[in-house]
């Protein structure tokens, strides 16, 4: 999969809102600072595609991006944004929610895992919400550069053992830093490639 256009098409603040058309979209969400902004414009190459910040809960509405002009890749706004939640819960908007639960032309989302932490009770309240909604998901571990190529791998291997606890089928995952671009051209075939299964189906 190559990206040869990639154009900011619209922030929605509800599921209703959002554009009314038929395109494919694959969505990124997860954890409030974990890298989804970032992930989509090291997809799209564009630095600022999508906006990324130090700041967590940068992202406050659901953005959506027009690629190659077929297909769309959507910023979602993250979960347990740590200032106004004090307690470690899986409380993400309810636009979010809906988004996920009812977007018919969603076809994939992308689930985005610090690699550099165990696992951690948010993003598993998440999937264990997620396992109970019709949308098919992967895992992406951000933030590769941070730590050594040991610790991600023990992280991710102690993530799986974890959600194998309470998921039947184990879900493709990737692992990605924004700084090497690692796992950037991996996702974009896997996009493609969900992309021609949705096409033929
Ligand atoms: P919200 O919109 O607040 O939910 O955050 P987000 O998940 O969109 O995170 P964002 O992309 O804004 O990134 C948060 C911070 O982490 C920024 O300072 C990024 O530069 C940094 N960051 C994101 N991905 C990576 C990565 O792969 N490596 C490194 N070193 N930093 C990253
Ligand atoms: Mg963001």
Redesign the pocket.
């Known amino acids: 999969m190559k990206i040869k256009s990639a154009e900011f098409e619209k922030s929605a603040p509800t599921l209703a809102s959002s554009p009314r058309w038929t395109l494919p979209e694959f969505a ?1 969400i ?13 997809l799209t190459e564009r630095n600022a595609l ?11 509405l659901i953005n959506f991006f027009r690629i190659n002009t077929n297909w769309c890749l959507v ?5 347990g ?1 740590a200032k106004v939640n004090r307690e470690e819960r899986a409380d993400f908007n309810v636009a979010v929610a809906n988004y996920i639960e009812k977007r018919d032309v969603l076809i994939h989302l992308f689930v ?1 895992i610090d690699s550099r932490l165990t696992p951690q009770r948010i993003d598993l309240d998440f999937l264990r919400w997620l396992t109970g909604i019709d949308v098919a998901f992967s895992l992406i571990f ?5 730590v050594s190529s040991a610790v991600v791998q023990s992280n991710v291997a102690l993530f799986k053992k974890t959600i194998a606890d309470f998921m039947t089928e184990m879900p493709a995952v990737f692992t ?5 671009k ?1 796992g950037r051209q991996e996702i974009l075939d896997f996009i493609g490639q969900e992309l021609a299964a949705a096409k033929g189906a």
């Open positions: 990124f997860g954890r409030s600072n974990v890298g989804k902004s970032s992930l989509i414009n090291l999508a906006k990324a910040s130090v700041t967590p809960g940068k992202t406050k910023d979602l706004p993250g979960y944004f985005l951000t933030k590769t550069d941070k990605s830093s924004s700084t090497t690692k």
